[in-house]
């Protein structure tokens, strides 16, 4: 029975319930007026007391008739509200929200599908990256000049499993005071290539190995057991039990007699500039990694004029350590990391500096000191 019958019946209820008490009404006021009447006979009294009681009888029938009709009303209007305002919003919003689960259920079977299918392979996925970026964030992410756009030209490369990545970046920098003015710099770097997709299977990933550095020499010389300046930069990927020499300044740099420049001798993969003070060397190499891990390690000696240290990075790398170490009548005047939240940093004692981070190092300057004597 629907609400609209029931309102029906309600109706009919009162109605019939006011007519009991009018036709209950109008039989007691006969019934008086009948007996009033003294002419009345046996039987006809018998038939008066049987409508008198009948009345009595209707006129209680119509009130409880009509009382049940209000209450049925009350109680249907109550129960109407409570539908509408609780339990109808309540059981909508749980069915949005089952619908809702229901559908991402079914995406997400959809897209796990997908992703497991042979047929959907890599190459075909990074022609979709777009769309889904305008999916997963808006669509202001398919503009020239939106963050995603940047992000890929910059950083896109460094995904794939067999793009080579450095992590456990350890770099100590030993400074200690030289003749007028220089200072003796010492600079031992360490650090791993990731390659994962080595990890698979046995073949061989062509690292592009690059380097470069740039000093104001105080002093330079290349040969002896302590030349004023040395760059030495090896890599192994047995753990040192074999390396390999990518750059030795002892054999690798000399003095051109003629011009007094700094050259390059028996390193196709160098280039050197020299240029009054200032030596620049810059070294590029594929290397063929055949191993998940190599190590790699620089050590750089020299004699210069500086007062300041910048430590750039051309990759992102994962996990960093730096130390550096100053005369102990020295003093750090100026201390930066790029993004210094992610950086623990201790300075104990004041001339020691030692901060590390597990977190990436993104493309750029990580790091900037300058010092001065106490």
Not at 150 to 160: A, P, V, W, Y
Not at 332 to 348: M, N, V
Request: glycine share 4%.
């Amino acid at each position: 029975m629907n609400l609209k019958n029931i309102n029906y019946l309600n109706i009919t209820s009162f109605i019939t319930g006011i007519a009991l008490i009018v036709i209950s009404t109008v039989c007691s006021f006969l019934v008086k007026e009948i007996k009033n009447d003294n002419k009345e006979s046996e039987i006809k009294s018998s038939i008066i007391d049987m409508i008198d009681s009948y009345a009595d009888e209707g006129m209680i029938s119509g009130f409880i008739l009509i009382g049940f009709t209000l209450m049925s009303i009350t109680v249907i209007k109550g129960a109407k509200k409570l539908w509408n305002d609780e339990i109808s919003k309540e059981l909508s919003d749980e069915i949005n929200k089952a619908a809702k689960q229901t559908r991402e259920v079914v995406a997400i079977a959809t897209i796990d599908d997908l992703l497991n299918s042979k047929s959907v392979t890599s190459d075909l996925l990074k022609t979709k990256l777009p769309e889904i970026y305008q999916k997963a964030f808006g669509d202001h992410c398919a503009d020239e000049d939106s963050l995603y756009k940047f992000t890929q030209k910059k950083l896109e490369r460094f995904f794939s499993e067999s793009e080579p990545i450095r992590t456990d970046y350890d770099q100590v920098v030993t400074v200690k005071e030289g003749d007028n003015k220089s200072i003796i710099w010492q600079e031992v770097t360490t650090y791993r290539i990731k390659i994962s997709s080595l990890e698979k299977d046995s073949s061989e990933v062509i690292h592009p190995y690059k380097f470069g550095t740039s000093i104001k020499a105080a002093e330079l010389s290349f040969e002896g057991s302590d030349p004023k300046y040395l760059l030495q930069i090896k890599y192994t990927e047995d753990d040192w039990a074999t390396e390999h020499t990518l750059f030795d300044s002892t054999k690798h740099l000399r003095t051109d007699k003629a011009t007094g420049k700094v050259v390059i001798k028996d390193n196709e993969f160098a280039t050197v500039l020299h240029q009054d003070e200032t030596l620049t060397i810059e070294i590029s190499k594929d290397i063929n990694l055949t191993k998940k891990l190599t190590n790699f390690k620089t050590v750089e000696k020299s004699c210069i004029y500086d007062d300041y240290f910048l430590s750039k990075r051309r990759t992102p790398i994962y996990r960093s350590h730096i130390t550096m170490i100053l005369p102990d009548n020295w003093e750090f005047e100026l201390i930066k990391f790029g993004h210094e939240e992610d950086w623990t940093i201790h300075q104990y004692p004041p001339n020691v500096l030692k901060a590390r981070t597990e977190q990436w190092v993104m493309p750029g300057i990580a790091f900037y000191c300058k010092w001065k004597h106490k």
